[in-house]
């Protein structure tokens, strides 16, 4: 911990005392919003860890290995909160909160992020490889066919909407197929940015590792863990807290839950993006798209069976809708392997529209 900057020790001693107080308000039984506010901030907090020991981790290995280790971490609120969802019947909860992290990482949070980077690159335009972007496409489009088949036979009543269950486990088993088929080649190609320092594409300079490796994995572990802990106290703060807000739920799951559960995407992402390091903060995004389409969201329904709720592909037709139309445009807008800020502003734009309606739902 030597190699920490003071300003640094000093964040994550506030970090750690945010989190303990996190911890008191929920066992404590305070009111709803200040539980729901501590959590939040804890949460981002533990964000800011991530993205440092990311940052670190990246200067070892290539963007694909970090940024996959990274959405692993960071998507451990989900995979709790939806399971916690799931054991008290919460069904509609648990939908939106994976929905919303899909929608909330592939438009908003990659829409900023492709803002601060096209601004921070010398010509205004964010450069990175292509090979990411249209894979997750790929991915999505995987997931998508898989749902809106199962909407298409639901609203038409055919004789397979009897089967949704088994439809959805036979989609499950082969989405972490190509999940895996996939991830493996992904990693082992992975190239890491080597002993020699020096710009990238975008002109960031990288200076080497300033935290040892076991330092880096001990903080990524620590802060992985204690937001899957702070996402269970969030969650149990979040019925009352909307209550008394007077939100809906589906607001509640795709956009407060949804933010907060991937705090940590949202700012790994855009510091690294205003450090220059494109290509380590569009893996650390897409990553987790990725992860959570078509493996989180398969592997959550498996579970499912073995909790009193069980999850499916079946969803709504507005989130059905969304998500097509977000697979189209993440094809779109990274499929070449540049963005300028205005087509970052248009993913925003997407997400702050789907907001407004969850908010009439």
Known sequence: MSALRTRERSALALIVALTALAGVANYGRWA?????????????????????ATEQLGERFGPGVTGMLQSSLGNLPELFVVIFA?????????????????????????GLVIVVGARRSPDGVMR???????????????????????????????PASHHVKAISVVGAISLLIVYLAWA??????????????????????SHGPRVSLAVTLVLLLAAGTASAFVSDWFVSALKPAIVQLHVSQAFAGLVIVAIAGNAVENTAGLVLAWKGHADLAISVVKNSVAQIAAFLFPLLVLISFALSTTLTFSLAPVYIGALLLTTLALAQVTGDGEAAAFEGWALVALYVILGTLTLYE
């Open 128 to 158: 990175f490889s292509k090979r990411l972007p249209r894979d997750t496409a790929t991915l999505l489009q995987v997931t998508v066919f898989i749902i809106v088949l199962l909407g298409l036979s639901l609203a038409s009543h055919d």
């Open 32 to 52: 709803a919003v200040p539980r729901f506010a501590i959590a939040t901030v804890a949460l981002a907090g533990l964000a800011w860890v991530v993205s440092f």
């Open 184 to 205: 493996v080649p992904y990693l082992r190609s992975d190239t890491a940015p080597g002993a020699a320092t020096g710009p990238d594409a975008n002109g960031a300079e």
């Open 86 to 110: 799931l054991q008290k019947g919460e069904l509609v909860v648990a939908q939106t909160a994976i929905v919303g992290s899909i929608l909330a990482n592939g438009l908003l949070v990659l």
